[in-house]
């Protein structure tokens, strides 16, 4: 029993993680010497402390809301994140579970647990949430559709830019398949493009397509996008961004209609400049012929 006591305080007192004991009333009754660099204080100071005295007070508040309901149903808990003020002022965020303590005769004596220092963890995950958080700001007021679908076709994903390009909001787009908005005459384009991208692993850039807006009419979409891959590096989707080239394509087709008018005016012209010269030609060379005979 001795071996067992050394080894278990050997693993206590090597942890990384704090190690306590609290009472019913959240006094602590024991402190690992992990204490000391997590919080700064030495075991025996924080022996008779309470809890909630290493948090400020609208952390003690909330915690204690969290806390108080597990503590009346003696319940354990796992992975209760609150924050911590270090003895020399800065805060610690802590991660804590505990397991309920009870005597021989099966009363309620307090919790038993370890707390571990994952300060520079929700660090991470703060600034990662805060850049997620401006990348969806982004990408929900961007002008561009932005979308995702898998490799049936079926769309996953869209933001609300849909709406002004072609008048569905982005609950009525998901889940439907794009063969239901493309122009007919581009679903065969389609069929024989896209399977070639997934074989090939690899996106487009400026593939224009046509698509059916709600009202009926048509619109030009110019896409971009790259393939999504799986841990395997399948492709399983792509992900892109399309915006309304419509207008654009309206001045190309007009200026494609411009400059086949102005070569067909061109030939017209050199037709008729052609015929003219022949039909002077003619009567030209008569009267030089005259000219010969009466000379």
Known sequence: MSKENDRFKFMVEDSQDWFWEFDENANFTYSSPRIRDLLGY?????????????????????????????????????NLININV???????????????????????RGYRGIDRDITDRKLTEDLLQ????????????????IWEMDVTGHHSYSNEALGALLGYSAREFVGREYSEFLHEDDLAE???????????????????????????????????????????????????????????????????KARAAAESNNRAKDEFLANMSHELRTPITAIHGFAELLH
């Open 190 to 256: 389609v069929a024989s493009v896209l399977p070639r991208h997934i074989a090939e692993k690899r996106g487009w850039q400026g593939w224009m397509l046509r698509w059916r807006h709600k009202d009926g009419s048509y619109r030009y979409l110019e896409s971009n996008a790259r393939p999504v891959l799986n841990e395997a590096g399948e492709v399983v989707g792509f992900r892109g961004a399309d915006r309304d080239v419509t207008q654009r394509k309206f001045y190309e087709q007009e200026l494609e």
């Open 130 to 145: 805060e850049r997620t958080s401006k990348l969806k700001d982004i990408i929900e007021t961007s002008t561009e559709w």
């Open 42 to 78: 030495e075991p025996e100071e924080i022996v008779g402390l309470n809890a909630f005295d290493l948090m400020d007070e609208e952390e003690a508040e909330r915690v204690h809301r969290h806390f108080d309901p597990i503590a009346k149903k003696y319940l354990p808990f796992k």
């Open 86 to 108: 270090h003895k020399d002022g800065h805060e610690v965020v802590i991660e804590s579970s505990g397991t309920p303590i009870f005597d021989e005769d099966g009363f309620f």
